[in-house]
Structure formats: structure tokens, C-alpha cells
């Protein structure tokens, strides 16, 4: 399983951590809902499988566009 050293109900540090991300960054993802999370008192915490679902959901599509041969130099 991922993120096993980082505890069930996670920090915004910890999260940053996990996800080797600033800060702003981090606040970002939360306050978009992209990572899920809670509000307790003024400390925002993020359910570890919150972080998972958004990895998960992150994944790379491996569609049409991600078939073609890779040329090194940019453009195909």
C-alpha cells in the first residue's frame, strides 16, 4: 500500500511530504476539492484515503495521445 509511514488522518506537512509539493501547492489541491479533506477548529486535515483516491484519479490515461513514440528533441 502507499504513503504506509504516514498516519490515517494526515497534515497539510504531511501531505506536502507525501506528495513532494510546496505549500501553496498544497493548499491549492484542498481548497479545490481535488484532495478531500476536513476542517477541525482552524487545522485542516486530509484522510489518507483522500490522497489515495486523488493519485488513483490522477493516474496517467493511457489513451490514444500517450501511444505515440516518444522522440527526444520536443516536437513529433
Known amino acids: 500500500m502507499l504513503f504506509t509511514q504516514y498516519p490515517d488522518i494526515m ?19 484542498v481548497s479545490s476539492g481535488q ?7 482552524r487545522s485542516i486535515r ?3 484515503i483522500s490522497l489515495l483516491d486523488y493519485v488513483k484519479d490522477s493516474s496517467y490515461n493511457m489513451g490514444e495521445a500517450d501511444e ?7 516536437k513529433q
Open 11 to 29: 497534515s497539510i506537512n504531511d501531505l506536502r511530504s507525501a506528495l513532494c509539493i510546496g505549500r501553496t501547492k498544497a493548499y491549492e489541491l
Open 68 to 74: 505515440r513514440p516518444y522522440h527526444e528533441g520536443g
Open 46 to 48: 486530509i484522510p489518507k
Open 35 to 41: 484532495i478531500r479533506s476536513i476542517k477541525v477548529g
